[in-house]
């Protein structure tokens, strides 16, 4: 079993910042990737931000001059740095893993942590 726990969600005003941590932990051997989705209010959960075992990232295009991930992967911790926050980046953020458990490679979610930016 995969158990994701997030933190640093919360409430800032617009132009302000917030940094979001993953760890994850469990019966996992080997994380490719692992980041950061999104859903809003009414919207499908979309990409943020992800980052591979090579430190190879994907990424959504508000991230961009924005946002900054990292991950150590000896902790297997992932970190979202978010700067210049706007009200459209209010969402639930939930941590996501792709990794090899004993069964095969397989997705992996935590709870999601809320983050409001007001304006």
């Known amino acids: 079993q995969v158990q994701l726990v997030e933190s640093g969600g919360g409430l800032v005003q617009a132009g302000g910042s917030l940094r979001l941590s993953c760890a994850a932990s469990g019966s996992i051997f080997s994380i490719n990737a692992i980041g950061w989705y999104r859903q809003g209010p009414g919207k499908q959960r979309e990409l943020v931000e992800t980052?591979?075992?090579?430190?190879?990232?994907n990424y959504a295009e508000f991230v961009k001059g924005r946002f900054t991930i990292s991950r150590d992967n000896a902790k297997n911790t992932v970190v979202l740095q978010m700067n210049s926050l706007k009200p459209e980046d209010t969402a639930v953020y939930y941590c996501?893993?792709?990794?090899?458990?004993?069964?095969?490679?397989?997705?992996?979610w935590g709870q999601g942590t809320q983050v409001t930016v007001f304006s």
């Open positions: 996501h893993v792709y990794g090899v458990v004993v069964t095969g490679w397989g997705d992996f």
């Open positions: 980052i591979s075992s090579g430190g190879s990232t």
